[in-house]
């Protein structure tokens, strides 16, 4: 049932009690682990931890969905042919849960949004918010890839640093497999690159 909008601080509790009715098994405990994840980052770099868990709990929240069930609701909300055709399937979910977090749960917060849209490609204008979930979403503790525990325990000394070390294992991985690799996954990873370098100058 749609809701009105919501004061932020109401947010947490509306995204926990969503995450906690639709997902089960795996996918919950992954939530969960990304939530504390995010919680902790968000407060080690001073950044709003009950907006960090709203985005957590939100982000995988239409991911059990079939492709055909997250196209369909897609266009249902009102997402265009030709951006839909701009999302790779494997990632579109993160679309399509800021879609519903926004129009079914009243969450209109812009930067809880993009965190949950942006949380497996990153994106171009990535706010620090959106990279703890980002980094999260990839290293919390259900992660069991090859060298996760070894992403996990490193001391990242900025977030933008933590998301480069994380994006370039994902780019490497798919570039392996000689994967089509989204848009916005190389417009983050640009933009992040050529501002490490600028600092370096
Ligand atoms: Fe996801
Ligand atoms: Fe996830």
């Known amino acids: 049932?749609?809701?009105?909008?919501?004061?932020?601080?109401?947010?947490?509790?509306?995204?926990?009690?969503?995450?906690?009715?639709?997902?089960?098994?795996?996918?919950?405990?992954?939530?969960?682990?990304?939530?504390?994840?995010?919680?902790?980052?968000?407060?080690?770099?001073?950044?709003?931890?009950?907006?960090?868990?709203?985005?957590?709990?939100?982000?995988?929240?239409?991911?059990?969905?079939?492709?055909?069930?997250?196209?369909?609701l897609l266009q249902k909300l009102g997402m265009s042919p030709a951006e839909l055709a701009s999302h790779l399937p494997a990632v579109v979910h993160g679309w399509l849960s800021a879609l519903i977090a926004k129009r079914e749960l009243g969450i209109d917060d812009p930067e809880v949004l993009q965190a949950i849209e942006a949380h497996s490609t990153g994106c171009a204008g990535m706010s620090d918010l959106s990279k703890v979930v980002f980094i999260s979403d990839f290293i919390e503790h259900t992660r069991r890839f090859p060298k996760a525990a070894e992403l996990r325990g490193r001391e990242y000394p900025t977030l933008d640093e933590a998301v480069i070390t994380i994006l370039r294992r994902k780019l490497e991985y798919l570039l392996e497999g000689r994967a089509i690799v989204d848009r916005r996954a190389i417009e983050c990873w640009n933009e992040l690159v050529e501002r490490a370098r600028q600092k370096e100058t």
Not at 16 to 38: D, P, Q, S
Not at 39 to 55: E, P, S, V, Y
């Open 1 to 72: 049932m749609r809701q009105k909008a919501l004061a932020s601080q109401e947010y947490l509790e509306v995204a926990r009690r969503c995450a906690e009715e639709h997902l089960k098994g795996r996918l919950l405990e992954h939530t969960r682990g990304c939530v504390e994840m995010a919680q902790k980052l968000a407060r080690r770099f001073g950044l709003d931890a009950d907006k960090a868990a709203t985005a957590a709990y939100l982000h995988d929240i239409t991911k059990a969905f079939s492709l055909e069930q997250q196209t369909a």
